[in-house]
């Protein structure tokens, strides 16, 4: 009677103590929940046909805004912090299909992008290099992004 009684104990907890399934979107929570929020509640207009979780873009601007390098810099590494907000909500908007917030992500970014590639000139050559292969790479994606809802 003991047995059986643990085991069914043992069953119980181990049926209940179930694990996360890994979460492929790239919309990550994790990082919103650190975001200042998303503007993608703000004017909604027109639909937008693209389905980001299953975009190949938006997938890879999703990882590369979880991976960016922090730079000794610190007022690079706060506009790189913008930069991503904007991405992320971006990426938000085009999921809810908000084409105004959206565009309002769009030119965050732009604004973002620009400082960034002013305060580059403080790094070292090796951190160059890295940032530049970062920023190719995102602006990069939402120019493919943006060139395919230009198409629909």
């Known amino acids: 009677m003991k047995k059986l009684f643990f085991f069914g104990v043992l069953i119980i907890i181990t049926s209940s103590c179930a694990t996360e399934k890994l979460n492929f979107s790239p919309l990550s929570n994790s990082?919103?929940?650190e975001a200042k929020g998303s503007d993608s509640d703000k004017g909604l207009k027109e639909s937008i046909n693209i389905n980001v979780k299953?975009?190949?873009?938006?997938?890879e601007i999703s990882n590369l805004i979880s991976t960016f390098p922090k730079f000794k810099n610190e007022k690079l590494n706060?506009?790189?912090t913008t930069l991503k907000y904007?991405?992320?909500?971006y990426l938000y908007a085009i999921?809810?299909?908000?084409?105004a917030g959206k565009d309002r992500a769009i030119k965050n970014f732009e604004k973002s992008y620009?400082?960034?590639?002013?305060?580059?000139?403080?790094?070292d050559q090796d951190d160059d290099e890295v940032?530049?292969?970062?920023?190719?790479?995102?602006?990069?994606?939402?120019?493919v992004i943006e060139d395919s809802l230009k198409g629909n």
């Open 31 to 33: 990082f919103y929940s």
């Open 54 to 59: 299953e975009n190949v873009n938006a997938s």
């Open 78 to 80: 706060e506009e790189v």
């Open 86 to 89: 904007s991405l992320q909500n």
């Open 95 to 99: 999921d809810a299909g908000n084409v």
């Open 114 to 123: 620009k400082k960034i590639q002013k305060l580059r000139n403080n790094l």
């Open 131 to 143: 940032l530049n292969r970062y920023l190719v790479r995102l602006k990069t994606n939402t120019t």
